[in-house]
């Protein structure tokens, strides 16, 4: 049955209509196949969601199938990560984790009975050759001198391969399809070529590998999955993927094609990803300022925000690229409602309350979280001795400043009306404030129902903890920089990406947090406990802040998901809208 509620898009329609007509007796099973060349990223998350999401809404099933084809890029540590990053997203595959390696062997046998049919041959020219030979999109190809061996020889000669009879790059099992078809990928595709790698699921069984076109619908069928959810640039191959699948006779699933994420100020590169991790650029596959999962869970986004990003997003058929502020504004409408708070002063500057006794110590109440009154409240300590921040003084403010200066009162949160009687300096720099407390004011309320127009956060120097925090920036300074003309994206990469502070004074509660719990700083953003994190040493890693720069877009009549969206042409616009990019039936 369709979802009775939820997002709406041109996939799902497709999948009503094929319900509708018993095209797969009403079964719906997707699957999510990453190559573990890398760590997954955002975009991917987003494919995630889909296939996980369109599974649940009609109670079908989802694999998790690494498509691992080509071990000369891929590792165990990115399998292992890929399983992490799924698992954590919230989604569960339950007994349906697959390899296409598993299926080699029937792979194999399939290519096979192409050879049997006259549809496959082995090609010993170079990848040079065949590449040069493939004519262009106005120009037929020119076909192999080898296309014509016989069945017998076809055979025999395969057969060798995987033997290890030959080094690598001396032959390939090509399908002979049409060298002169308009569309290039039908140009007799190269099915198989010999790498003799170890691999990381199949060890050393094989030494010639499947291409990942001949690989691709086999994994489908062999898996009975039943909608094949692909990213655009697979539309041109799905003649090939019908092609393969036809000819073999075997199960054919249905290849649907879908506008991948693009984001400002964001490549969805793993291969750009690695050369900054290998170069040094980033810290790793994890550092808090890439896009991957690893590193969006580093630096405190949540799994709900991530899922509620890809919800809103929604699948186009329209290639456009998203906002940036509206990845965050949905992360930071998660952390709102879920966050707990606390206080914590990023560059400090020491409070004396010369009213307050010395050595005193009060508990104040605060609200653990004031948008869910359930988390109850949390006790902070008072004493004579504060830190605020700096920039919440100035000895000559302007008018629009209303934090503390000379003779003007403030709220501390939770705590008191407090007013700044002097400010001490030492060798020209504001080191102290000398203030006083109005006790009728304690826990912030003003009985005489006087004004005050600032509040601000602040923490007891005799009780706040020590802590390091890395504030991320973008990673790069404009929004496309890996479309700039004639320009390296490295030349984009922004230096002051990341700024660590290593004075900070924190709330001692933060202590009994664990690596990754993520938090809110009052009136400083969002914050999470960096895995670094030790008994010595706390680190933490601000995740968003406060200020929602897409809500401010949109309250201005700028904000939509979809930043490229007015650069789209009128009939692509019409289409995103009515969300009709249906793929033809194969």
Excluded at 156 to 178: C, P, Q, S
Excluded at 256 to 272: C, D, G, H, Q, W
Aim: charged residues 30%; negative net charge.
């Amino acid at each position: 049955m369709p979802p009775e509620e939820g997002p709406r898009d041109f996939i799902r329609d497709i999948i009503d209509e094929d319900n509708r007509t018993g095209r797969f007796n009403g079964r719906v099973h997707t699957r999510f196949p990453p190559e573990p060349n890398g760590y997954l990223h955002i975009g991917h998350a987003k494919s995630i969601c889909l296939n996980f999401g369109i599974a649940a809404d009609y109670k079908g099933l989802c694999n998790l199938r690494f498509d691992d084809t080509n071990p000369a890029k891929e590792e165990q540590e990115y399998i292992d990560s890929i399983i992490e990053d799924v698992r954590w997203l919230g989604f569960d595959w339950k007994d349906r984790l697959f390899y296409g390696s598993d299926y080699f062997q029937q792979m194999y046998d399939w290519a096979v009975q192409l050879i049997g049919a006259g549809k496959a041959y082995v090609d010993d020219q170079t990848a040079d050759e065949i590449s040069n030979s493939r004519g262009t999109l106005t120009l037929p190809g020119k076909e192999s001198p080898w296309r014509e061996r016989s069945v017998e020889e076809n055979l025999r000669l395969f057969e060798e391969m995987r033997d290890g009879r030959y080094e690598n790059g001396t032959k390939v099992l090509r399908a002979r399809i049409d060298m002169a078809h308009p569309n290039m990928n039908m140009r007799d595709p190269v099915m198989y070529r010999i790498l003799k790698l170890p691999h990381p699921h199949a060890g050393d069984r094989w030494c010639i590998y499947p291409m990942y076109d001949w690989a691709h619908g086999l994994e489908d069928s062999i898996e009975g999955i039943t909608h094949s959810i692909c990213t655009l640039e697979f539309e041109d191959h799905r003649p090939l993927y019908d092609w393969f699948l036809d000819e073999l006779g075997v199960y054919h699933p249905q290849q649907i094609e879908f506008a991948r994420l693009n984001l400002t100020y964001t490549p969805m590169s793993k291969r750009v990803f690695r050369e900054m991790v290998e170069n040094g650029t980033v810290s790793g596959w994890d550092d808090p300022r890439l896009p991957t999962i690893s590193g969006m869970r580093r630096r405190g986004y949540s799994p709900a925000g991530i899922r509620l990003f890809a919800r809103r997003i929604g699948v186009a058929k329209v290639n456009s690229t998203v906002d940036l502020d509206f990845l965050e504004h949905c992360i930071r409408e998660d952390l709102n409602r879920t966050s707990p708070r606390f206080m914590g002063v990023l560059r400090p500057l020491r409070v004396v309350i010369e009213n307050h006794p010395e050595g005193k110590v009060e508990e104040m109440e605060v609200a653990v979280n004031p948008e869910d009154p359930s988390a109850g409240s949390r006790k902070v300590h008072f004493t004579n001795e504060l830190l605020i921040e700096q920039e919440d003084f100035m000895e000559s403010p302007p008018r629009d400043f209303f934090r503390l200066a000379p003779g003007r009162e403030v709220r501390l949160r939770g705590a008191y009306l407090v007013t700044c009687r002097e400010a001490v300096k030492r060798d020209g720099r504001v080191v102290e404030l000398r203030c006083t407390l109005d006790p009728a004011t304690r826990g912030g309320n003003v009985p005489d129902g006087r004004k005050v127009k600032s509040t601000l956060h602040w923490v007891s120097a005799a009780h706040a903890v020590g802590a390091e925090i890395r504030l991320y920036e973008n990673l790069f300074t404009v929004e496309d920089p890996m479309g700039q003309a004639g320009r390296e994206y490295t030349e984009f990469i922004n230096p002051g990406s990341l700024e660590v502070l290593t004075d900070c004074k924190v709330e001692p509660a933060l202590r009994a947090l664990g690596p990754l719990d993520r938090f809110q700083f009052e009136r400083l953003g969002y914050f999470c406990v960096d895995p670094d994190t030790t008994a010595e040493r706390l680190v933490l890693n601000r995740t968003a802040r406060l200020k929602d720069a897409w809500a401010r877009k949109r309250d201005k009549g700028q904000g939509a998901p979809q930043a490229s969206y007015a650069r789209l042409g009128k009939e692509d616009r019409r289409s995103s809208e009515r969300g009709t990019g249906r793929s033809s039936s194969p």
